[in-house]
């Protein structure tokens, strides 16, 4: 019998055999181990616990609250789905579609729960979870709850579900999303906040039912961090504001500790990061998401005459006794410059209390824009503070090579007279307004500013300071000036002598295309600072606005004794 | 008793050890023993089955020539039987119970295939009229055996049946043309088969050549039965120790996916071995053949080796996703009573030739 034809026809198929066997568990064998693995191991996931922020008082101004959610396990409710949501929407009030959504949102995997009732009532969540026993799985998850809606937003941010990426254990279903900051402190300081979140490694079967425990990972909860900021006096910063668009900073000018930080207009913490009403708050002409004191710059105004002040004495230029004649306007060239008024003649302390222009021109075509931006560059108006928040946005010192480069147009005589009265190209951030008024009390310093005091009871706040080569007799000179800016019965801002708080500073008034920019950047109490404060009101109009709002917030704080 | 029996029998034990180990591995779920009572069963049908190999050893294979057509309208009276008081299980009717077991009458019309076309493909020298005689009688009546089976359905063991036509007729010393010829038709008229199909066929069919179109639903199985080989790897997870069997990812894992269970945990080199086991056993069926004192008895044993080879190259195909899922089981090691009976049965059969 011939039996060649069979016996090929064998040793071919087992090759066959023997050929794909070698190339599913030696060529792909790998490949195919792990697939097992996902199939058995899963990950039961607890999300970190993100540290709370304190003010300086121990205030609570953010915190991880337990928020109660329900889930369903997908492949639990496999077939089931429709009665159990209507049923689930009976009992919770929330309509199926809104449940279907979530479901739809939320699931990953057919073995992990999906999140289908979020953030409700705790005894209601129990309720729910007694009547439906296992076809629902109750979830504790933290949210973040912050106690200002408003006073605080731009100071401490907000955060969001990011993707963070655990390569490890990701496959088994851990979750590759955590908390993280996306502004303000909360996100400066999100490494100490964030916390690590735990999971557990589980071996299921096929029906998803656990059949053991392969190891855990404790979840980690974040570090406290405690901020200089004292609220009370934030709160009636904020209010102070009133409708006006702008910022206020107050801070300790020997450390650059940030006492008060608001910014106008605000937005509300708790529903942003719900997402509530955020297309209206993108849409918003005004900007509110913007940290007006460190995220944008503005001309500084008559504020920026206290740098030509004291550029011009350390220069030698002039003396506090040397006199200019203010006839109301300075002709230059072809153009007259104009003065806010008719000051007649003005020694150094008449021209600051006065704010007169024609005199800080006459320093100006003296110095020349060299110097002008030398001392304003001393002062580093064309630097970052180094403030612990996030996007700090740098001044703009122009220069003849800057105008040439960015404007392709030579430096004017008249850009010189402009930028004396820090008009013109000049732009600076409030908080380095309060940074240099600062340096002027300290004894010439420059400080780095900060909102974060403490973590977890350790300093981290390492004052940095930089000596400015400039006299100290020469700061008195021009302190004396600006305290003669409030003291003086025809200064700028004598509103705030009826205070009694020794307040010295200077308004400003900064034009641009539309309504004036209104500053005031001071300090008290005069003979031992305590404070130095800027606030800035964009489109505000005139300086005495400045001196007004400055006027109703010191007053408050006074009478509730916060000074 | 000859040297190539007593290898087979060598082979023969080894495969049964095997099929009680794998199958206590299968019962096992999450390290505790889920159905104790199918492992008993099971030591009961391979004991018989030894005694049916013993048994029929002592038959005399040319009685088989004369009861082919007896046998052969025995087993479509069976099949029809089936069909009218059949026991009805997961959609097939295959079943029907005799004393207290369900007996399988398809698995019995492999065995009466095998000898119908024994008979018909080793008959005397005639010239004329051999091709009506010896090619369309026999395919005719294999047809109406495919027919009834298909119709059970069982789709398996129908184109069991077939193939063992063509795999004989090639073997035979009739012409090859003969079976060439229809074989190309098959596979040219295989589109049209397609209207034919059930549904739950026509999805296999489907899922066979995409089974990521339903993970959870058809593809279910394929895909966890390949992932379970795959990673078994070189030398397997270890005795109990799958976790795809362990944790239950498996479907029928005690009866067609049973290479499954073996290939997780005894890896490349487990399967090897079982595929040398199964390769010495036809290798001295062949043998036998060789030495067969005619042409019939040549003929039964080429059968039964292309019966076991169809069975170990679509059963194992099948659970590495490279052939569809047809519901064959793997001979010697699958849980099953008919399947086993008839293997041994078939193996006593070539013992007697040998014998002869």
Request: charged share 20%; with cysteine; aromatic share 14%.
């Amino acid at each position: 019998m011939d039996t060649k034809f069979i016996s090929r026809t064998i040793a071919g198929g087992l090759l066959v055999i023997i050929l794909c066997l070698f190339y599913f568990q030696i060529i792909k064998g790998e490949g195919y181990l792990s697939k097992a693995k996902n199939n058995y191991i899963k990950a039961v996931n607890y999300p970190s616990i993100r540290g709370s922020v304190f003010d300086r008082n121990k205030t609570l101004l953010a915190v991880d609250k337990p928020n109660f959610n329900l889930a369903v396990i997908p492949y639990q409710i496999k077939g089931q789905k429709d009665s159990l949501f209507k049923e689930l929407s009976y009992c919770s009030g929330m309509s199926e579609k809104r449940i279907s959504v979530y479901y739809r949102r939320n699931f990953k995997n057919i073995f992990s729960p999906v999140d289908v009732l979020i953030n409700i009532d705790k005894e209601k969540a129990l309720e729910i979870k007694d009547k439906f026993k296992e076809k629902v799985v109750l979830r504790v998850i933290p949210k973040r709850f912050y106690t200002f809606d408003y006073e605080f937003s731009h100071l401490l941010g907000y955060v969001k579900e990011d993707k963070v990426v655990h390569k490890d254990i990701k496959k088994y279903g851990y979750s590759p999303y955590q908390i993280a900051g996306v502004n303000g402190i909360e996100r400066t300081y999100n490494d100490f906040l964030k916390g690590e979140g735990g999971a557990e490694l589980i071996e299921v079967n096929s029906r998803g039912r656990i059949v053991g425990f392969l190891g855990k990972r404790e979840r980690v909860k974040g570090k406290d961090v405690f901020l200089s900021v004292d609220s009370r006096i934030q709160k009636i910063a904020y209010e102070s504001l009133g409708e006006f668009t702008g910022t206020i900073i107050i801070m300790n000018p020997h450390t650059g500790e940030i006492i008060s930080l608001v910014s106008k207009p605000s937005f509300n913490l708790n529903d942003f990061i719900e997402a509530k009403n955020i297309e209206k708050i993108f849409d918003d002409r005004k900007k509110p998401l913007i940290n007006r004191a460190v995220q944008a710059r503005y001309p500084l105004g008559s504020v920026f005459k206290v740098i030509v002040a004291i550029a011009a004495l350390e220069e030698r230029i002039i003396t506090p006794f040397t006199t200019f004649t203010c006839e109301g306007k300075l002709a230059f060239g072809d153009t007259v410059f104009k003065c806010w008024s008719i000051h007649g003649q003005q020694d150094l302390y008449n021209a600051l209390a006065h704010s007169c222009n024609v005199y800080f021109y006459q320093l100006g075509l003296r110095l020349k824009v060299e110097k002008i931006a030398k001392w304003a560059k001393i002062f580093s108006l064309d630097k970052l503070s180094g403030i612990d928040l996030p996007y700090e946005k740098k001044g703009l010192v122009p220069e003849r090579k800057w105008k040439k480069k960015h404007r392709e147009m030579n430096w004017f005589g008249g850009d010189t007279l402009n930028f004396s009265i820090g008009q013109g190209y000049l732009a600076v951030t409030p908080i380095r307004s309060a940074l240099f008024m600062s340096a002027f009390v300290n004894g010439g310093y420059l400080v780095s500013p900060y909102v974060v005091k403490t973590v977890e009871g350790q300093d981290i706040s390492y004052p940095k300071k930089v000596k400015i080569p400039v006299s100290s007799n020469n700061l008195k000179i021009v302190n004396q000036g600006l305290r003669g800016v409030i003291l003086k019965k025809d200064g700028t801002a004598h509103l705030l002598e009826s205070l009694n708080l020794k307040i010295a500073g200077k308004t400003g008034t900064a034009q641009t295309a539309g309504k004036s920019h209104s500053w005031f950047v001071g300090f008290f109490p005069y003979n031992n600072p305590k404070y130095t404060m800027c606030v800035f009101l964009e489109n505000g109009g005139s300086g005495s606005k400045a001196v007004k709002v400055t006027y109703e917030m010191l007053k408050r704080l006074k009478e509730d004794n916060l000074l | 008793m000859g040297k190539t029996r007593i290898r087979i029998i060598i082979c023969l034990l080894i495969l049964s050890i095997l099929s009680l180990s794998a199958l206590f591995s299968a019962l096992h779920q999450s390290g505790r023993m889920e159905n104790e009572a199918i492992f008993y069963r099971q030591i009961a049908w391979i004991t018989i089955g030894w005694l049916f190999l013993f048994a029929f050893s002592f038959v005399n294979y040319r009685l088989y020539f004369d009861l082919a057509f007896f046998l052969y309208i025995f087993n479509i009276a069976l099949l029809i039987g089936v069909k009218l008081f059949g026991r009805e299980i997961m959609g097939a009717k295959r079943w029907i119970p005799v004393f207290g077991i369900n007996f399988q009458p398809s698995e019995f019309s492999k065995l009466v295939i095998i000898i119908l076309l024994a008979r018909f493909f080793s008959q005397d020298k005639e010239t004329r009229g051999i091709f009506l005689r010896k090619m369309l009688v026999p395919l005719g009546l294999v047809l109406i055996t495919f027919s009834i089976i298909f119709k059970q359905p069982d789709l398996g063991t129908a184109l069991i049946c077939l193939l063992l036509f063509f795999l004989l007729g090639l073997s035979s010393r009739l012409k090859k043309w003969y079976f060439i010829m229809p074989l190309a038709l098959v596979v040219v008229a295989s589109p049209l088969a397609w209207h034919v199909l059930k549904d739950y066929q026509k999805k296999r069919l489907l899922v066979f050549l995409n089974p990521a179109t339903e993970p959870l639903g058809a593809g279910y199985t394929i895909i966890q039965s390949k992932i379970a080989i795959g990673s078994g790897k070189s030398l397997g997870k270890g005795f109990l120790s799958g976790t795809q069997n362990q944790f239950n990812f498996l479907p029928e894992r005690h009866t067609d996916f049973i290479f499954t269970v073996i290939a997780e945990e005894w890896g490349f080199m487990g399967s090897l071995f079982l595929l040398l086991v199964y390769y010495l056993i036809l290798k001295n069926i062949l043998a036998i053949a060789k030495e067969a004192k005619d042409e019939f008895g040549a003929l039964l044993c080429v059968g039964t080796v292309s019966l076991y080879f169809l069975h170990i190259f679509i059963n194992i195909g099948m659970t590495m996703g490279i052939l569809p899922v047809v519901g064959l089981p793997l001979i010697f090691l699958s849980y099953g009573g008919t399947h086993i009976f008839i293997n041994f049965l078939l193996l006593g059969v070539v013992f007697n030739v040998s014998k002869q």
